[in-house]
């Protein structure tokens, strides 16, 4: 994540769609790994939050972010939507890299159930190549493999040269372990993975019910 991209209109997709996740599993802790990478400069990040039909706190959230442009301004999530979960940002700002990756994504809770969202500038690594913008699939499996069967794993996941179904199959392939669903809009998908496939239908239960009020699609499994 860069903090150009603070309060666009894929934040908003992205903060109400968790907001709405953990609060409807009854979790107690929303872990964020922010992945952290150097702005460019560039034009992303730019598009207003009501590109995305959240929830008016949820934009008013993102218009906060904006305003701040703190990594730290993210803890007040749930004061603002009046959810009673907590956040934690895991190493904070900390910037990742190919070469720290290992440490990165060590000190893991392995006792709470938690819902750890992984926010790479791009998502999952592609085919050939890997880069500070991705997240691994070996990240994945040392994640899954310090945490409780009841944590789940969210990846972002930026649109791709192929469909979203079509992109999920082949994330699902390189899974090393672990149980799968995802939940798309535009061009921005959620993957989620958990060891336990009972913790899985229950997000897929909870996609539906979100499905069912804003314009996203569910990919099942």
Same mark, same amino acid.
């Given at each position: 994540?860069?903090?150009?991209?603070?309060?666009? /209109?894929? !934040? #908003?997709? +992205?903060?109400?769609?968790?907001?709405?996740?953990? @609060?409807?599993?009854?979790?107690?802790?929303? *872990?964020?790994?922010?992945?952290?990478?150097?702005?460019?400069?560039?034009?992303?990040?730019?598009?207003?939050?009501?590109?995305?039909?959240?929830?008016?706190?949820?934009?008013?959230?993102?218009?906060?972010?904006?305003?701040?442009? /703190?990594? !730290? #301004?993210? +803890?007040?999530?749930?004061?603002?939507?009046?959810? @009673?979960?907590?956040?934690?940002?895991?190493? *904070?700002?900390?910037?990742?890299?190919?070469?720290?990756?290992?440490?990165?994504?060590?000190?893991?809770?392995?006792?709470?159930?938690?819902?750890?969202?992984?926010?790479?500038?791009?998502?999952?690594?592609?085919?050939?190549?890997?880069?500070?913008?991705?997240?691994?699939?070996?990240?994945?499996?040392?994640?899954?493999?310090?945490?409780?069967?009841?944590?789940?794993?969210?990846?972002?996941?930026?649109?791709?040269?192929?469909?979203?179904?079509?992109?999920?199959?082949?994330?699902?392939?390189?899974?090393?372990?672990?149980?799968?669903?995802a939940i798309y809009w535009h061009s921005l998908m959620f993957v989620l993975i958990s060891k336990s496939d009972k913790v899985i239908?229950?997000?897929?239960?909870?996609?539906r019910k979100y499905a069912a009020i804003n314009p996203v699609t569910v990919i099942a499994r």
């Amino acid at each position: 994540m860069k903090l150009q991209y603070l309060g666009d /209109s894929k !934040d #908003s997709f +992205k903060w109400d769609y968790h907001d709405f996740l953990v @609060s409807e599993l009854g979790y107690s802790l929303f *872990n964020i790994a922010l992945m952290m990478t150097p702005d460019d400069g560039g034009n992303d990040g730019k598009t207003h939050p009501s590109a995305f039909p959240a929830r008016d706190e949820v934009i008013e959230f993102c218009h906060y972010l904006r305003k701040n442009r /703190s990594i !730290d #301004s993210i +803890k007040v999530l749930p004061q603002k939507t009046g959810a @009673s979960y907590q956040i934690e940002l895991h190493k *904070n700002g900390q910037y990742i890299s190919n070469s720290n990756r290992s440490e990165y994504f060590s000190g893991l809770n392995s006792v709470v159930r938690q819902v750890m969202f992984l926010d790479p500038d791009n998502g999952f690594e592609p085919e050939k190549s890997i880069t500070e913008k991705h997240v691994s699939y070996k990240d994945i499996s040392s994640i899954l493999e310090q945490v409780s069967s009841n944590t789940i794993i969210s990846i972002f996941q930026h649109h791709r040269r192929k469909s979203f179904p079509g992109d999920f199959a082949r994330i699902k392939e390189r899974i090393e372990f672990g149980c799968a669903t995802a939940i798309y809009w535009h061009s921005l998908m959620f993957v989620l993975i958990s060891k336990s496939d009972k913790v899985i239908m229950q997000v897929v239960a909870a996609n539906r019910k979100y499905a069912a009020i804003n314009p996203v699609t569910v990919i099942a499994r």
